[in-house]
Nanobody, 124 residues
Framework: QVRLVQSGGGLVHTGGSLTLSCVGS????????IGWFRQALGQEREFVAF????????DYASSVRGRFTVSRDDNTGTAWLQMNTLKPEDTGVYYC?????????????????WGQGTQVTVSS
């Protein structure tokens, strides 16, 4: 059974940094894109970033480009979302997800498996 297990997150002040991890199991991790999404309280889930198979390209939401970096290590089946210069509007529950193909998209409905989510809170 495909599993994505997340770790990281927490509470930071504005301008701080956090790194989220996502460990995939029971599938060929290297062959699938990984997406990151977030959901603020009372709002719809939104795209944050994705990384294609074997790190072959990334995409970022305009709101995080230049501050967030997505990466992966296919040997360990781990993906990371490095978040720098955090702002209060970055607060929310962050999810990693596995795309069924090697190429990610910004559409969360195209992803099949989801991590359990982790809370990120940025205080002003």
């Amino acid at each position: 059974q495909v599993r994505l297990v997340q770790s990281g997150g927490g509470l930071v002040h504005t301008g701080g940094s956090l790194t989220l991890s996502c460990v995939g199991s029971s599938y060929d991790f290297s062959a699938r894109a990984i997406g990151w999404f977030r959901q603020a309280l009372g709002q719809e889930r939104e795209f944050v970033a994705f990384i294609n198979y074997s790190g072959g390209g990334q995409d970022y939401a305009s709101s995080v480009r230049g501050r967030f970096t997505v990466s992966r290590d296919d040997n360990t089946g781990t993906a990371w979302l490095q978040m720098n210069t955090l702002k209060p509007e970055d607060t929310g529950v962050y999810y990693c997800s596995r795309h069924p193909t090697a190429w990610g998209t910004r559409d969360d409905s195209s992803y099949q498996y989801w991590g359990q989510g982790t809370q990120v809170t940025v205080s002003s």
